[in-house]
């Protein structure tokens, strides 16, 4: 009885925390697909083309890089509105966790 609580107590959170990041992941997949694959396909290449590390480059800051790299260019004129926006600021982070899962150097590649 005493060994099975213990038990519970210890995973239980670990376990949680583990589909947290998935959820993550996940969204940030969904993100990509709405709101990068329409200009950057196709998108498993686009992903693999960068590794963590850089991609880090371009999220650091509340991936600030990324807007202002696509609010510089005059074709990616279509973006500027989610780029500007405080929903591109919050989705950033799981966006994030979805480009580091599958970098380059992640020897994954994401199923669409
Ligand atoms: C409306 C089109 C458009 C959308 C939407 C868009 N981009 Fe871009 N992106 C561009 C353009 C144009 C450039 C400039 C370089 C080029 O011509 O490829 C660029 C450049 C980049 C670069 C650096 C250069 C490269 O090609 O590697 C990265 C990284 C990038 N975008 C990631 C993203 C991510 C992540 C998203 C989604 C949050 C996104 N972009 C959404 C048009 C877009």
Redesign the pocket.
Known sequence: MFVHKYFTLLFLPLFLISTESHAAIYKGQSI?IK??M???KPGETFVA??KKSEWEK?LKSKAKP?AT??LK?Q?????WDYFKSKKYMKESKH?RDFLFEYAKDSGKIPLF
Request: charged letters at 30%; hydrophobic letters at 30%; proline letters at 5%.
């Open positions: 990509f709101k990068c329409p200009c950057h083309k960068y371009f990324l790299l696509h260019d074709k990616a004129k279509k973006s966006l």
